[in-house]
């Protein structure tokens, strides 16, 4: 209820006054990098088959690029690599645009409008997912078999009896089944997400990732595609010699699909650790891209630990406004009081 009436209280007439103040106040600073994060852009109607909280509307969405393209300066992947390795700085008010998990609707939603605005865009994919039909998102299993289950009675887990009664009543069980899955070491994770899916009956749901061919096509119109591991594991819930292989596995798909890899990793649900960020530096990664909520001072960022802003369902463009400021620091503290649960579904 506090999220609904946040999110509500973002999009009124005062609080897109009180953005436009600080706007004009704003303490801009050269160095500053503001990451904006995607999952998905498509409709998110009650009832709808999508993870809450994940998805843009795609009419949201083609106002929020709009309003980058007259009002901020969209950088590209190489362009930021040239001046993290030069100290050449970004132009003011530089925005950088990246999108998650390689959804169909990237291709049919979100890349028609950037395109037709020339604005530059990243990709992370999870390669071992693209022409694999039988390959879903545990999240995606997960709230699919949730939503469509033909049971009402209480599912028996180990957090405890979970109604699925009503459509509200099954929204909080994935977010509390979704929230343990994520606690347990992948493998284990996995399992049980599998015996959930199972004990409800239902059969997984169709295939929504891109495939090859379309990312080539992406790619040949100057999309920048970046690894978002293999198989989309947590990896600081598989070993590190699993992470390398999960990383450096999916640097070769792109090479072999693709003709070229860029060393971006974005790190499945942001999650990382020193450990990891200590073997892929020495494995060359350029860039590491988490879901830490925040802004980066290019003099002071670390490369391979590069905050982000998530942008969802109830992100209204007032709210995103402010959020690219200059004043960010703080006013990123208010995100999580409009949108449900992490900033990735995973």
């Not at 979970?162 to 009543?169: E, K």
């Not at 990312?215 to 690894?227: D, H």
């Not at 999916?250 to 003709?259: A, C, H, N, Q, Y």
């Not at 690219?324 to 995973?346: D, F, I, K, Q």
Request: charge should be positive.
């Amino acid at each position: 209820m506090l999220k609904r009436i946040a999110a509500s209280a973002t999009r009124s007439r005062s609080f897109s006054w009180l953005v436009g103040l600080l706007e004009r106040m704003d303490p801009e600073r050269r160095d500053l990098l503001r990451i904006l994060t995607y999952h998905r852009v498509a409709a998110c109607d009650p009832g709808s088959p999508l993870p809450p909280g994940v998805s843009v509307p795609p009419d949201d969405f083609a106002e929020q690029m709009r309003y980058l393209r007259s009002s901020c300066h969209v950088v590209s992947i190489p362009e930021l690599i040239h001046a993290l390795g030069t100290g050449s700085g970004l132009p003011r008010r530089a925005v950088l645009i990246t999108f998650d998990d390689g959804y169909r609707d990237f291709r049919t939603h979100a890349w028609p409008v950037m395109k037709a605005l020339g604005l530059p865009v990243a990709l992370f994919v999870p390669t071992a997912f693209p022409d694999q039909p039988g390959l879903s998102f545990w999240w995606d299993r997960l709230h699919h078999a949730l939503a469509s289950t033909a049971r009402r009675d209480a599912l028996e887990t180990p957090v405890g009896p979970l109604g699925l009664a009503t459509p509200g009543d099954r929204q909080d069980a994935y977010r509390r089944l979704r929230a343990r899955a994520k606690r347990l070491p992948h493998a284990e994770a996995m399992k049980w997400v599998a015996s959930i899916c199972g004990e409800l009956g239902v059969s997984s749901p169709p295939a929504a990732i891109l495939g090859w061919n379309e990312i080539r096509e992406l790619a040949a119109e100057g999309v920048t595609i970046g690894s978002h591991t293999r198989t989309h594991p947590l990896l600081t819930r598989v070993s590190l010699e699993e992470a390398r292989a999960e990383v450096m596995g999916s640097f070769r798909d792109l090479e072999r699909e693709l003709g070229t890899a860029a060393p971006i990793l974005a790190y499945p649900a942001g999650a990382f650790d020193e450990a990891l960020v200590t073997m892929l530096a020495g494995e060359g990664l350029a860039l590491g891209f988490t879901t830490v909520r925040g802004v980066n001072p290019l003099r002071t960022a670390h490369p391979l630990k590069l905050r982000r802003i998530n942008v969802g369902q109830r992100t209204s463009l007032a709210l995103m406004r402010a959020q690219l400021t200059g004043w960010s620091v703080g006013l990123n503290r208010l995100h999580p009081l409009v949108e449900p649960g992490e900033a990735s579904p995973a």
